[in-house]
């Protein structure tokens, strides 16, 4: 029985991933004729073309895809393995977990807490960034997972699966000053100062709805890419702002602020996206198993 070579490998799941192999000559320092002949002498191995050319495209066969999906496999485990002896004490579980900047940090803290429940040990890892940008980092296994409020609808190159976590319905915040504003809710939000999410933001997007199905013209006074600085204008008083229900008691605590009140025509859902089709990491099977039995539940 002949051995993968695991060098050939690499050279087709970098050609795979970047799209053609003269981006991959770039990312890999290597000439393109050198990377052609590896994709032909792992093709060879193997008895059964890979990639096939359609125009100036590069695209993978049937069982090309077949074997892109165990080179992610394959390549997830030697950054685990390379991380596990690099640095971490013995033991210790690292999970890398990328959030979406437009996730209201509450939830974020709230969803990545049963790991550190059942992992006392663990070593989290948290990026912050669009959803694009951790999407790229997702497919070069830099990160094991990302939390999203929106699934994944990027380009097939970037290969993932969207796990729905749950739903919730929406609550509406203000500081003490704009309390009053609870008295007739919602129609009392007319013409109200309203801080609202980047239009990025699938919540923006749900709220604008909402607002115009229930004929409802607040004055729009600021929008944010980061919600903490959002709730934070909302806390000083400049401004309504909406958050997820099931976190309304630890808005209130933290900002001191009041509800005005609560819909459940708009639900906000929350993602675990991975290259996994299933979740394997025991980090991310923690977080997703506790969000929909407890968090959501």
């Known amino acids: 029985m002949s051995w993968l070579n695991y060098h050939h490998l690499l050279y087709f799941w970098t050609v795979a991933r970047s799209g053609s192999i003269a981006k991959a000559s770039q990312e890999l ?116 997972v990302v939390l999203a409020d929106t699934p994944s609808s990027e380009p097939v190159s970037i290969r993932s699966f969207n796990h729905l976590l749950g739903t919730c319905g929406l609550s509406f915040f203000a500081a003490p000053r704009l309390a009053h504003l609870a008295r007739g809710f919602p129609r009392s939000l007319e013409g109200a100062p309203l801080l609202l999410p980047s239009e990025v933001s699938s919540l923006r997007r749900a709220l604008t709805a909402w607002f115009d199905s229930q004929d409802i013209h607040p004055r729009v006074v600021g929008d944010f890419d980061d919600s903490a600085l959002l709730e934070a204008f909302g806390q000083r008083g400049h401004g309504v702002f909406a958050a997820p229900s099931i976190i309304e008691a630890e808005v209130c605590r ?37 969000a929909r039995a407890q968090l959501f539940g």
Do not use: M, W
């Not at 096939?52 to 090309?64: A, K, S, Y």
């Not at 690099?86 to 033991?91: A, K, V």
């Not at 009140?261 to 290259?275: L, P, Q």
């Not at 089709?277 to 923690?286: D, E, I, N, T």
């Open 29 to 144: 320092h290597l000439a393109q004729p050198t990377i052609s002949a590896q994709l032909k002498l792992l093709e060879e191995s193997l008895g059964h073309k890979l990639l096939e050319r359609q125009g100036r495209r590069l695209v993978l066969t049937d069982v090309g895809r077949t074997v892109l999906r165990y080179a992610d496999d394959i390549f997830r485990l030697g950054n685990e393995l390379k991380n596990a002896i690099h640095g971490l004490p013995s033991g210790q579980l690292r999970v890398a977990v990328g959030v979406t900047d437009v996730v209201p940090k509450l939830v974020a803290e709230r969803l990545l807490q049963p790991a550190f429940d059942a992992f006392p040990n663990i070593h989290i890892t948290c990026r912050e960034g669009s959803l694009p940008q951790l999407l790229a980092s997702l497919a070069l296994h830099e990160l094991d």
């Open 254 to 290: 933290q900002f001191n602020v009041s509800v005005l009140g609560r819909t459940e025509d708009i639900e906000t859902g929350f993602y675990a996206i991975s290259v996994e089709r299933r979740l394997r990491h025991p980090a991310v099977v923690a977080i997703a198993e506790s």
